[in-house]
């Protein structure tokens, strides 16, 4: 296991329930990350968080709304899923990218496997 | 927008073989390259990171190389081992904010013993 956790692992829901995800890294990094991963595509990067200031969101559907309390906890709240959202929805940190700062390798969590119903 | 590319999309080799994975990326505008190792079902693991003015990295019979002009990386693995069985994955990280990355769909190695 890496220094970043990921709970639950395994998730079912209905296309009507309300669940979160929760990702912490206990590296001391101040960059963390979502991504969704699907069968037979690319890993897709979906928020981006800087010292706990969301920097970017890659075109996601309101129905995922993340949260980053501090900077070791992050948090995707789900709400209205669809059955293609289904996928492995996996956390990283990281160092941020500072103005002439060295940039630091990602941290991935083991990942969340969520399946819509 | 970056495109990054990973071929072969599968490989079988035996084990004990020498083996190259090939990555390819569209814009050589990046800040760095690194490579992950992905188990059925797991997270990613970070095996190598190749900052974009370094030419390789070395981590134990791991060997990764970044031609940046030429946009593309190369992950040799020496003496493959059953072990090595995975989904191995190319990510690079995009100068502009450096906080957008981009991953190939990665290769499925498969070491038979």
């Known amino acids: 296991e890496t220094g970043v956790t990921q709970t639950p692992r395994h998730l079912v829901m209905g296309m009507t329930n309300k669940k979160s995800l929760k990702c912490e890294q206990h590296?001391?990094?101040?960059?963390m990350y979502w991504y969704k991963q699907s069968a037979k595509k690319p890993l897709e990067l979906m928020f981006v968080?800087?010292?706990?200031?969301?920097?970017e969101n890659n075109s996601v559907p309101s129905r995922f709304s993340p949260e980053c309390p501090n900077s070791s906890h992050l948090f995707l709240h789900l709400h209205t899923l669809q059955p293609e959202d289904s996928a492995l929805y996996l956390c990283?940190?990281?160092?941020?990218?500072?103005?002439?700062?060295?940039?630091?390798?990602?941290?991935f969590g083991p990942g969340t496997r969520l399946t819509v119903t | 927008k970056q495109e990054v590319t990973q071929i072969p999309a599968a490989l079988s080799v035996p084990e004990g073989e020498n083996l190259v994975l090939n990555c390819s990326f569209t814009d050589s505008a990046i800040y760095n390259l690194q490579w992950f190792r992905q188990d059925p079902g797991k997270g990613l693991t970070s095996l190598l990171l190749?900052?974009?003015?370094?030419r390789e990295q070395t981590s134990g019979r791991l060997n990764a190389s970044l031609d940046k002009s030429s946009g593309r990386s190369t992950l040799y693995i020496a003496a493959s081992q059953p072990g090595d069985s995975a989904t191995y994955l190319c990510a690079v990280r995009e100068v502009l904010t450096g906080n957008q990355f981009y991953f190939g769909t990665g290769t499925s190695l498969t070491v038979i013993p």
């Open positions: 190749i900052q974009s003015s370094q």
């Open positions: 990283a940190s990281s160092q941020p990218r500072l103005g002439g700062s060295p940039s630091y390798e990602q941290y």
């Open positions: 590296l001391g990094h101040n960059a």
């Open positions: 968080y800087n010292f706990k200031e969301q920097t």
